[in-house]
């Protein structure tokens, strides 16, 4: 059996967020908050926090994963406080998300399997989790010999996970990218180790700050 550690792709679109946002608001919507989503949440704002000390996040629980009124209503909430970025936790609850970053003419973030091309200008990439590349490992390790029953846990080391910004047409600017790759690099190399615990994110986050 294998699971993704979907929070490290949560991880790399909150930089995105805190990196890109103009007005030091963004936010998230969750369907509910249930342990593996709130762990999901709790890395975006990671994320966002290790680039950007001052960044605020907004926080809610649609209370659903197939609302997209609902979805949508919240998400308007947010943008109408000013955030520019958000991004979606929330199962079939997101398309409402997608469709308000329209309206609103602001930013979101999908999640899981490719998403971006149901609103290019609007969405920068999803936090994917890329079942393909687990399966792929799996049948690799049977092949080589290598296999061993159990629970297997893939991240971005083993290219399970990460932000997925094809066919989407918001363009991240150099600076960003080279940051990315940077982080991505040392996540893999183990130099980079994010606490799991939202009560070490602010102390963490400071001393910890991208770039410095």
């Not at 550690?5 to 949560?10: R, T, V």
């Not at 649609?62 to 949508?72: A, L, Q």
Request: proline share 4%; glycine share 10%.
């Amino acid at each position: 059996t294998f699971f993704p550690k979907n929070f490290q792709s949560e991880y790399i679109c909150g930089i995105i967020a805190g990196m890109r946002t103009s007005s030091n608001e963004i936010g998230y919507l969750c369907s509910y908050p249930i342990p593996e989503c709130v762990r999901m949440v709790d890395a975006f704002t990671l994320g966002a926090k290790s680039v950007n000390p001052d960044v605020t996040v907004l926080e809610g629980n649609v209370d659903s994963f197939n609302d997209p009124g609902k979805g949508k209503e919240f998400a308007l909430s947010m943008y109408n406080q000013g955030a520019d970025f958000i991004q979606a936790i929330a199962g079939a609850s997101g398309m409402g998300i997608y469709n308000a970053s329209v309206e609103a003419d602001r930013y979101s973030f999908g999640v899981g399997a490719n998403i971006n091309y149901l609103e290019p200008d609007h969405i920068v990439a999803t936090a994917a989790r890329k079942v393909n590349e687990m399966v792929y490992n799996e049948v690799k390790a049977l092949v080589d010999g290598t296999w061993a029953a159990g629970y297997k846990i893939s991240g971005i080391a083993e290219g399970a996970v990460g932000y997925d910004a094809s066919e989407s047409n918001v363009v991240l600017p150099e600076d960003i990218q080279k940051a990315l790759t940077e982080i991505e690099k040392r996540i893999v190399d183990g130099t980079l180790v994010p606490p799991e615990s939202m009560d070490e994110i602010d102390a963490w986050a400071a001393a910890n700050q991208y770039g410095k």
